[in-house]
């Protein structure tokens, strides 16, 4: 599966931001999807993941109550939404799909296939 995420941007702090990630191939509801940041300097973390079927997510406790990850398995596309941005969010977000033996599946690593990242910048 190939990835290709857009939608980042320079905002100020206190603003909203959609990520978007697009997908080829035909079996994208077979995988579970992430989505990861890496600040400059910083090593990479997860931010938020959902399940190939839509129903379970999990997201890291830094954006919890702020980020929302949603997916469309007609349209090949996982979004995370970003509101009430912060500074420290500051990074490149990366998009990542991982093939599930379930529906249900949700992780926070272990992800094979991975799409260029897109740069968002939160100004204070």
């Known amino acids: 599966v190939q990835l290709q995420a857009s939608g980042g941007g320079l905002v100020q702090a206190g603003d909203s931001l959609r990520l978007s990630c697009a997908a080829s191939?035909?079996?994208?509801?077979?995988?579970?999807m992430g989505w990861f940041r890496q600040a400059p300097g910083k090593e990479r973390e997860f931010v938020a993941a959902?399940?190939?079927?839509?129903?379970?997510?999990v997201a890291a406790d830094s954006v919890k109550g702020r980020f929302t990850i949603s997916r469309d398995n007609a349209k090949n596309t996982v979004n995370l939404q970003m509101n009430s941005l912060k500074p420290e969010d500051t990074a490149v977000y990366s998009c990542?799909?991982?093939?599930?033996?379930?529906?249900?599946?949700?992780?926070?690593?272990?992800?094979?296939?991975w799409g260029q990242g897109t740069l968002v910048t939160v100004s204070s």
């Open positions: 959902i399940s190939p079927n839509g129903v379970s997510t």
């Open positions: 191939g035909r079996t994208f509801s077979s995988y579970a």
């Open positions: 990542a799909a991982k093939y599930a033996t379930t529906s249900y599946l949700v992780s926070r690593a272990g992800y094979a296939y």
